[in-house]
């Protein structure tokens, strides 16, 4: 068709689509201290409203995760972004606890459809070393939807008026605009035949080794978002004692700016190394998180912020990279689906528990409980890693060996 897009110009509003659903993930970051105020809400419901989204993203993985395969990724990520624009816009007009609720699900199912075929659609459209690129590109996308959400919320917040209303509008205009460019996008051609029916994202027999680490790996880094994302802006409020808002989000945003320069910079590292490398900063970024909770530092939790960024790209990129790169295209849309769906389970699961654990203690003992979960999780990853890495390099021996041979 004369009216779609170019190669060049698909490829960055699947980008576009891919900072979508961190900008709409951390949306209500820096209001949660509002509502709480506002409607006298108790670290439960707030970690509930993060995570209801996560839940919600699995719930749609489940049911519509090879849906891509079947459809083709553009109306799939169209599907996606209108379910995003329902979301946003209640909270945009939110009156009670209930509608952020409701404008939760939307949110988490428009992630839900959108995530997975966005990122394939990323591998499709990069070209030349399309897998290292579309992993680059990936954390990029995250790392401006993050960032940028928590700067215009903490800008908006701290010094414009309707400060629980505004920069919903401003996600929601942006939106807009990204539906309409994404109605433009090449009409897929390369789909599964047959007739689509709801069933959980399969993985075939030979892809499901790298799987395992590619999911677990995508998950550990996830986690990364419960701190920030969910908990983040109480701690810096209540822990760290920062009353104000914009300056809590460039605190926070430094997560998402340090994950961009990292997706940046590691396009041309060895997946596994990268995805190694992330777990051990991750380590360090908890060990700052415990020091900011005890002596109430906001150094040290800007030096959490921008480790816990680097950690995160650095696992994603590897993790992504390393399941992107062996899983053919017909039915990427599915496996990728099935990595996601782990890892926003987990953080669902982890959000309320730590919501809990501060309700019934204080956030100080919660943010230990994250180090701890955070830290458990991370020591996994890293052993699942390496023996990938050693997997790899025993199987290129070996060819080396039976080509000398």
């Known amino acids: 068709m004369a009216t779609e897009l170019s190669q060049k110009a698909s490829f960055w509003v699947a980008a576009g689509i891919v ?89 988490g199912l428009g992630v839900g459809l959108s995530a997975g075929p966005s990122t394939a659609a990323l591998v499709d459209y990069a070209g030349k070393d399309g897998t290292e690129r579309a992993s680059s590109m990936t954390i990029s996308g995250q790392a401006v939807g993050f960032a940028a959400s928590l700067l215009v919320g903490g800008l908006l917040i701290q010094y414009a008026p309707f400060p629980t209303h505004l920069s919903f509008l401003v996600l929601l205009f942006l939106l807009v605009i990204l539906s309409c460019l994404t109605y433009f996008l090449p009409r897929d051609t390369n789909t599964v035949s047959g007739q689509w029916k709801p069933r959980l994202p399969r993985v075939e027999r030979s892809l499901r ?62 997946p596994s190394k990268a995805a190694i490398l992330g777990t051990v900063i991750s380590i360090g970024a908890m060990v700052l998180l415990a020091g900011a909770a005890m002596f109430r530092s906001l ?29 053919p295209k017909d039915v990427r849309g599915g496996v990728l689906s099935g990595v996601f769906l782990f890892a926003y389970l987990f953080t669902g699961i982890l959000a309320v528990i730590l919501g809990k654990v501060a309700t019934l203690s204080d956030l100080a003992h919660a943010a230990f409980a994250e180090v701890l979960v955070m830290s458990a999780l991370c020591l996994v990853t890293l052993i699942l890693l390496v023996a990938h890495a050693r997997r790899g390099s025993l199987s290129t021996s070996s060819d080396t060996c039976a080509t000398k041979a």
């Open 299 to 327: 150094a040290l939790f800007i030096a959490m912020a921008a480790a816990s960024g680097t950690g995160y790209a650095l696992m994603v990129y590897g993790g992504l990279a390393i399941i992107t790169g062996v899983t």
């Open 209 to 270: 080794r790298p799987f395992i680490v590619s999911a677990i790996t995508v998950m550990t880094a996830y986690t990364h978002g419960v701190t920030v994302g969910s908990l983040g802006s109480q701690f810096a409020h209540e822990l760290v004692q920062s009353s104000n808002a914009f300056v809590n989000s460039i605190a926070l945003s430094l997560f998402g700016v340090s994950l961009g320069i990292t997706g940046l910079l590691s396009r041309r590292v060895d």
């Open 19 to 107: 900072a979508h659903t961190l900008w709409t993930s951390a949306a209500p970051a820096m209001a949660y201290p509002l509502y709480a105020g506002q409607w006298h809400l108790t670290p439960t419901i707030t970690t509930t409203i993060f995570a209801i989204y996560p839940i919600v993203v699995v719930a749609t993985l489940i049911t519509f995760g090879d849906l891509s395969d079947h459809i083709g990724r553009r109306m799939t990520m169209l599907y996606g972004l209108m379910a995003s624009i329902a979301g946003v816009f209640l909270f945009a007009i939110a009156t009670d606890v209930w509608m952020l609720f409701v404008g939760r699900v939307f949110m």
